[in-house]
C-alpha cells in the first residue's frame, strides 16, 4: 500500500479557513475526526472534498504514512466516524439533559441552550483554560495546557489543535482522550462526550505559577508556584452551575470573574512587598 501523498498530493493542511467554514466543517464532520471521531483535530483540505475535513494527529501521520488507503480516505470523507455511532455517545446532545463535568472527584453540571453557549470549567486570572461550547446542538471543547513554568504546550481551539510539541501522541479511544509527551508520559486525560466530561489528569497553571493541577482524583490549586490546597470532597449534584476558578486579588485586584464557580481559590492581601 502506497502513502495517500504518492496517490493524493493534495491533501494538506487547510490554511485561513474562515469561523464560517470551520464551523460546516465540525458539523459536515460531526464534530470529530473522521477516522475517530475524536473531538482534537486539525482541518485539512482534499480535492475530494468541498469543505475542510477534521482529522486527528495520529490519523493525519498514518495518512502521511503507508497505513490507510486513498479509498479509506474518501470513505470516511462520505461518512465521518461520528456519523456511524448506534448506540454511542457522539458529541450531539438533548437540551433537556444536563452535562455533568468532574474534575477529578468534584462534579459540577452544565446546562446549554439548543441555540448555543459556554461553560468555563476551568478558569485562571482572566484565561480560560478549559471550556465547553455548545453550537446548536453539538458540543466542542477548548483548553490550554501548560508545563510546570506555566508555559502553554498544548493549545486547542473549539477542537482544533492549534498548538502542540512535536512527537507527542493523541489517542482517542471509548470517549477517552490520552496526550502523551516525547517520552510516552501521560499528560492530559479526559472522558469527552456529549453527556459527561471527566478530567482526571492535566495542568492548567498560567505563567505565574496559578492555577490547577488535576491528578486522578485530586484538583490541586496553585498560587505562586506552591501548592494552596487539595479540593477532595465531591459536590452535591444540582448545587452549582459554575467550575472551577482561582482569583489571584493580589495580582489582579482589578479583575471581575464572570459567572459562578464552584470552587474559588483566591491568593489572601498581605503586605504589598509580597506581589510578585
Not at 466543517?25 to 472534498?49: E, H, I, L, T
Not at 510539541?165 to 471509548?174: A, F, G, L, M
Request: net charge neutral.
Amino acid at each position: 500500500m502506497q502513502p495517500v501523498e504518492a496517490h493524493n498530493p493534495d491533501i494538506s493542511l487547510a490554511s485561513e479557513l474562515t469561523e464560517q467554514q470551520k464551523l460546516q466543517a465540525r458539523q459536515q464532520c460531526f464534530y470529530g475526526c473522521v477516522f475517530c471521531g475524536s473531538p482534537v483535530f486539525r482541518y485539512y483540505q482534499s480535492p475530494k472534498s468541498p469543505s475542510a475535513v477534521l482529522i486527528c494527529a495520529l490519523h493525519a501521520k498514518q495518512l502521511h504514512g503507508t497505513f490507510l488507503s486513498p479509498s479509506t480516505l474518501l470513505e470516511r470523507i462520505s461518512q465521518p466516524f461520528n456519523q456511524q455511532r448506534v448506540n454511542k455517545p457522539g458529541f450531539s446532545f438533548d437540551p433537556e439533559r444536563r452535562v455533568q463535568v468532574s474534575v477529578g472527584m468534584n462534579t459540577v453540571y452544565a446546562d446549554f441552550l439548543q441555540s448555543g453557549g459556554e461553560q468555563y470549567c476551568i478558569w485562571v486570572n482572566g484565561q480560560e483554560l478549559f471550556t465547553l461550547h455548545s453550537e446548536s446542538g453539538w458540543l466542542c471543547f477548548s483548553f490550554m495546557l501548560s508545563d510546570n513554568t506555566g508555559e502553554t504546550v498544548i493549545r486547542v481551539d473549539k477542537g482544533e489543535l492549534q498548538l502542540s510539541p512535536e512527537h507527542w501522541e493523541y489517542s482517542y479511544e471509548v470517549n477517552t482522550l490520552k496526550i502523551r509527551d516525547q517520552q510516552r508520559k501521560l499528560q492530559f486525560t479526559a472522558q469527552l462526550c456529549n453527556d459527561r466530561v471527566l478530567l482526571t489528569k492535566g495542568q492548567f497553571i498560567d505563567n505565574f505559577g496559578d492555577g490547577f493541577v488535576v491528578e486522578g482524583n485530586r484538583v490541586i490549586a496553585m498560587l505562586d508556584g506552591q501548592k494552596g490546597g487539595h479540593y477532595m470532597h465531591r459536590i452535591e449534584p444540582g448545587r452549582y452551575k459554575g467550575g472551577w476558578a482561582l482569583f489571584n486579588k493580589i495580582r489582579h485586584p482589578d479583575l471581575v470573574m464572570p459567572g459562578n464557580f464552584a470552587f474559588v481559590c483566591a491568593a489572601k492581601r498581605k503586605s504589598s512587598g509580597t506581589e510578585r
